[in-house]
Every structure is written in structure tokens, then in C-alpha cells.
């Protein structure tokens, strides 16, 4: 039996990763320390979305190495640079995430089965449907320590599902590298299938799909779009990262969708729902982006009006082949980078602007700064309620709100 001590970086498919290590470790009869000095082992599960990031994980290695002295390191950056630890002269071992248990335990085996509880983070229940894409983008590097679409039968997912709902999860999240691919490997794409089987789960909750690239999604469009506008239980929202406005760029980038298919999803959505949310990302200076093209994007981003957006400045990733590229300078970069995001506020601020005077209900889901919770629409918009105590409202309750402000990235909402 040992203390453990787990920190996690980066997006909702690692956190789900390392509550799957979690559970595994605690069927196992090992425990949580109260910090890395009290533990026997500490686990960092890494991620290498940008070159700082990077730095922050050898740092933080370092760091936890020093307090706890048997260290386990996982994630992207761990299973794709994996070579960078001992570089950096940090004794760690370095796993994929199945691997975590056994390293963390010297070798023991868990004692029960990995799923037999579900673990929450509050009220959100996260869900990782499958592992991998079917994709090869030039600049990824977490491809490498994802592998391809790995996606378990839609029943099992079901049950996971319906366990985190009769454990008390109000919001389930539905993640996964890329959601849309889910069942490729088994011959079909069976994202709709999951999405209607989970909405029939008894219970007071609601559904948000994790990001579907638009390659993916296009295929089973208009059958995605029907299960959105039968199922309430679904947030309106869908997060499809374009990346590009340029077909050009696009093909550079092995992205498999062009501007076309992405458009065709989006109309599709348009004509099924009367309200959702379009979130999609932009990638800003790959090498091969001409001026032409970064206008391209532009004019995609004025088009769509997108209600979400993450503009990413491009950085090479190393072993990748975009890092082979030849790179545009850094001033280029920056100026396009800042162009987007101006435009970004531009229009995402104008949505919430739109929303004031609204009343709608929401979902609280988690506690905000101070005396403020954090809420969602129907299509998954942030909406802040302060003075929650006051209100009687916790994570978990829903109400009405009147609509009465908006910042660039959220609007406040007040209970009716
Ligand atoms: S879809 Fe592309 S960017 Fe995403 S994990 Fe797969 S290869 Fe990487």
C-alpha cells in the first residue's frame, strides 16, 4: 500500500486519464498523500500543447523528484518526448498512462477491476469515450502517444455513463481526442448512436460533447444534428476545430477535412437547431500560411461568427513534419496572431452582447471566484451568478436567470 500524490496538466481527455489512474490505484488499496513531500510516489501526467508548456513540466519533474523522490511520468509529453526527462537529467519512470499503476505500485497488479467506481469532480461526471484519431496531422505530436481510434463497445461507454449519473454527475462530458471517429474501428461511426443511448439514461443531467474534428462529424452529420435537436439532455454545442480558412494550409497541414466540409457541418447545425454553439480553433502562422491565406482565415472567422474561439500561434513541435518546415518570422506570427484575436473579441463579444435582457435556465456547475457560481445554458454559454449563498444556488441546481451583463468571454445572469 502506498500514498500517492497525482498532478495533471492540460485538457478534459488527460484529466479523465488520470482519474482512470486514480480509481485504479484506489481499488488497488493505495491512497491520495496531502501533498508530494508526504507521498511515496508522485505521478505527473503531462501535456505539450505549446514549447512553454514544456519547460513547465521539466520544471515541475524536477520539483517533484526533489520532494517525493520515486516519480512516474505520463501524458503526451511524457509518451512522445519521453527521451526530454532524462535529458534533463530527471530519474522518472516513463509510462503510457495503463502503465501508471504498475510503475506507481512497483509492479504490483491492481487487486479489482479498473471501472468499478465513478469518480466526479463535483457535479461533472468526465467521460474519455475512446483514445486516438484517425488523423496524421503534420504538426501533432500527440498522435504519437495516442496511436489510433481505440473505441470501447457503445454499451460499455453507456454503462460508465449511467454509473457517473447514479453517482451524482449533472454534467457529463463526453471527451476523447477527436469524438467524431468514435466506432471507426469497429467499421462505422457511432458518435449519434452513444449520444441518443446516454440521453436515455434516466436522470436530471446534461450532455456535452467534447471536441469532434470536422472530418469526423461530416459524414454523420446530419444524423449528429437530428440527435441535438431530439435530445434536451444535450447542450446545443459543438467543438470542431477548423484550423485554417485555406484549403492550401489545410493540406499542409494533413488536416483530412477542407474549408467546404466544414461549412457543410456547420449549415447543417444551422438549419437543425434553432440556438447552439459553434466552438472551433484556429492555428495562426504555419510555415507554408501566406498573407493570402491568413486573410482566408479572417473572412472564415467574419462568416461563421463562431461563439467560441481558440486562436493558437503556431510553434514547431519537434520530430513533427511541420517542424521540418521552413518557419515564418516570429513578427509575422505575432501580427496575425493579434489580428485573430482582436477579431475573435470582436465577435464573441458581440454574441453575449446580444444575450442581455435574455432569460434563460441554466445549469450550475461549478463554484466561481467568491461568492459566484459558474453556470451553462442549454447551449453550454457561461453565465456567472453572483452572491450564490444568497440565492440558495449550488453546483448541481438549475433556474432561470435574467441575463443582465456581459465580460468578452461570459455574461452575468441574475435568478428570476
Ligand atoms: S486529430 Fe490531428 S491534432 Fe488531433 S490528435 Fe489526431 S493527429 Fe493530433
Redesign the pocket.
Known amino acids: 500500500m502506498a500514498r500517492y500524490h497525482i498532478e495533471t496538466y492540460g485538457c478534459t481527455a488527460n484529466r479523465g486519464e488520470s482519474r482512470a489512474i486514480e480509481r485504479r490505484l484506489r481499488d488497488g488499496g493505495h491512497y491520495p498523500a496531502d501533498g508530494p513531500a508526504d507521498a511515496d510516489v508522485a505521478i505527473l501526467n503531462t501535456c505539450t500543447v505549446v514549447e512553454k508548456t514544456e519547460q513547465n513540466m521539466l520544471r515541475r519533474a524536477e520539483e517533484l523528484q526533489d520532494e517525493t523522490g520515486d516519480l512516474v511520468v505520463t501524458g503526451c509529453m511524457a509518451l512522445a518526448q519521453g527521451g526530454a526527462f532524462a535529458d534533463a537529467g530527471v530519474d522518472a519512470q516513463v509510462v503510457h498512462w495503463d502503465g501508471v499503476p504498475e510503475a506507481a505500485m512497483n509492479g504490483e497488479c491492481p487487486t479489482t477491476t479498473p471501472d468499478a467506481e465513478p469518480i466526479l469532480d463535483g457535479v461533472i461526471g468526465i467521460l474519455p469515450i475512446a483514445r486516438g484519431?484517425m488523423?496524421?496531422?503534420s504538426y501533432?505530436i500527440?498522435?504519437r502517444a495516442?496511436g489510433k481510434i481505440d473505441s470501447p463497445p457503445v454499451e460499455e461507454n453507456v454503462e460508465k455513463a449511467r454509473a457517473l449519473v447514479h453517482a451524482g454527475a449533472k454534467e457529463l462530458r463526453i471527451t476523447g481526442?477527436?469524438t467524431g471517429v468514435y466506432g471507426w474501428d469497429d467499421g462505422e461511426r457511432k458518435l449519434h448512436v452513444l449520444l441518443d443511448r446516454i440521453c436515455d439514461i434516466d436522470g436530471d443531467f446534461r450532455v456535452r460533447v467534447g471536441m469532434a474534428?470536422p472530418k469526423g462529424v461530416h459524414g454523420i452529420r446530419e444524423e449528429l444534428a437530428d440527435v441535438f435537436a431530439e435530445n434536451e439532455k444535450l447542450y446545443n454545442f459543438l467543438h470542431a476545430p477548423v484550423q485554417s480558412g485555406s484549403n492550401d494550409v489545410l493540406g499542409d497541414m494533413r488536416r483530412q477535412h477542407q474549408v467546404g466540409e466544414f461549412l457543410d457541418v456547420v449549415e447543417t447545425f444551422d438549419d437543425r437547431l434553432d440556438e447552439w454553439t459553434l466552438s472551433t480553433d484556429f492555428i495562426v502562422g504555419f510555415p507554408t500560411e501566406t498573407d493570402d491565406d491568413h486573410e482566408a482565415s479572417m473572412d472564415l472567422l467574419r462568416r461563421i461568427r463562431p461563439e467560441k474561439i481558440n486562436v493558437t500561434r503556431f510553434s514547431k513541435r519537434p520530430g513533427t513534419d511541420a517542424a521540418d518546415l521552413k518557419g515564418l518570422g516570429g513578427t509575422v506570427k505575432k501580427e496575425r496572431s493579434k489580428a485573430m484575436s482582436e477579431l475573435k473579441r470582436e465577435v464573441v463579444g458581440e454574441v453575449h452582447e446580444s444575450m442581455v435582457g435574455d432569460e434563460r435556465e441554466v445549469l450550475a456547475v461549478r463554484p466561481g471566484t467568491g461568492d459566484s457560481v459558474k453556470c451553462r445554458d442549454g447551449a453550454y454559454r457561461q453565465v456567472i451568478v453572483r452572491n450564490a449563498d444568497e440565492h440558495g444556488i449550488e453546483p448541481g441546481d438549475r433556474f432561470e436567470v435574467s441575463i443582465t451583463a456581459h465580460e468578452t468571454m461570459y455574461v452575468f445572469g441574475r435568478p428570476v
Open positions: 484519431c488523423s496524421d496531422c501533432c500527440t498522435k495516442t481526442q477527436d474534428n
